[in-house]
């Protein structure tokens, strides 16, 4: 099921009133920016305590009244070895009185760096898709990842492990799954303020799989003003009954700020 959120282009021969704020509460690293599970090591002058939130809301009417909400936190500290995040998103978007997307989601992520590229790590999800066949997952996942590439212009982090995933069905069943992970995060900064990113990550089970791609251009405008553009694609192989579909796209423009 595509769906277009932030600042996604909507169809023009409607009448608009569109309004879009992205607010990112400090300078973002490549570790802090990530939006799945293999984020790099953090700078050396990185500090301590960082967050940040985004929010994006779209209105339209006219032929056909629709609202599209966008909403993302994210904290992220530093202590020795370790890093700790914790994240939350929201979306949703409505369609004349009639939802076509929402979804929930809150994780939190620790990460434990060895000696060299080397590193241990674990991460907790729980999500909610009203149109997925499910009423929600659980996830939780451990594992060794390992720094291939540490720029400046190209970062690259691989990660994989073993995990645990219950879910709860629409019908009231459950299932309690053992799951395969393995990630991906890239980076490349090709020029002064301009950098193209791609994350991959697999969760295998003996019932399903499911793939998450994101890609993105991030463009600095100025001190506080970056122009993204990204494409994002989630993918069930095997989705149970009453999904309204095994594949997620959301494409977006977006306007961040930072300070």
């Not at 209105?59 to 599209?68: A, K, Q, Y």
């Not at 500290?77 to 370790?82: E, I, V, Y």
């Not at 090709?190 to 295998?204: A, R, T």
């Amino acid at each position: 099921m595509p769906r277009l959120i932030a600042t996604a282009t909507q169809t023009p021969v409607l009448s608009a009133a569109t309004a879009v704020l992205s607010l990112l509460c400090s300078p973002l690293t490549a570790a802090q920016d990530s939006l799945f599970y293999a984020p790099p090591e953090p700078e050396d002058d990185a500090p301590e305590f960082t967050g940040q939130a985004e929010l994006g809301y779209t209105s339209l009417s006219g032929n056909t009244d629709s609202s599209t909400l966008l909403a993302k936190g994210r904290l992220t500290w530093l202590t020795g070895h370790w890093t700790q995040t914790l994240r939350a998103e929201t979306r949703k978007v409505e369609e004349n009185d009639n939802t076509s997307a929402e979804q929930y989601l809150l994780g939190g992520r620790e990460r434990y760096d060895l000696e060299g590229p080397h590193y241990l790590f674990g991460f907790t999800r729980w999500e909610k898709d009203r149109f997925s066949g499910y009423d929600y997952q659980f996830t939780t996942i451990a594992g060794y990842g390992r720094q291939l590439l540490a720029g400046p212009d190209h970062v690259l982090s691989l990660e994989a492990g073993p995990g645990y995933r219950h879910d709860e069905l629409e019908s009231g069943e459950g299932d309690d799954l053992a799951v395969g992970y393995g990630a991906l995060d890239y980076q490349w900064n090709f020029s002064e303020g301009s950098s193209f990113q791609q994350e991959l990550s697999v969760e295998g089970t003996a019932q399903n799989v499911t793939t998450r791609a994101f890609s993105a251009v991030t463009a600095q405008l100025n001190a506080h003003l970056a122009l993204r553009l990204s494409h994002e694609i989630e993918r069930n192989s095997q989705p149970p009954e009453g999904a309204s579909s095994n594949i997620d796209r959301t494409t977006a423009a977006s306007l961040l700020y930072r300070w």
